[in-house]
């Protein structure tokens, strides 16, 4: 079956930087697009990050400048570099598998199960 695992999480301080990464499997990786989301309690969940089939890439205002998504297809794995960290980018941060290039948490296919950012201030 399909399983999406993100890893990268942690505690960093504001302005510091993390990477994550989300490794998939069960899915022809190159055929879908790949994004990231995130969640603060109490908040709906975020689109932040998208890089579609195609190659092409798109980003939420939020993390615009600040935040890298990039793909490695032979290796099933999506990245996200996230630099110039803030105390409102804590949350819980998922990857998301799409066939269609599109933003809504409810084009997706698959998710995976999150991984935890805490940006101290």
């Known amino acids: 079956q399909v399983q999406l695992a993100e890893s990268g999480g942690g505690l960093v301080q504001a302005g510091g930087s993390l990477r994550l990464s989300c490794a998939a499997s069960?899915?022809?990786?190159?055929?879908?697009?790949m994004a990231w989301f995130r969640q603060a309690p109490g908040k709906e969940r975020e689109f932040l990050a998208a890089?579609?089939?195609?190659?092409?890439?798109a980003y939420g205002d939020s993390v615009k400048g600040r935040f890298t998504i990039s793909r490695d297809n032979p290796k099933n794995t999506l990245y996200l570099q996230m630099n110039s960290l803030k105390a409102e980018d804590t949350a819980v941060y998922y990857c998301g598998a799409t066939l269609n290039p599109y933003r809504e948490v409810g084009e997706y296919d698959y998710w995976g199960q999150g991984t935890q950012v805490t940006v101290s201030s």
């Open positions: 890089s579609w089939k195609d190659g092409s890439t």
């Open positions: 069960g899915l022809t990786f190159r055929k879908y697009g």
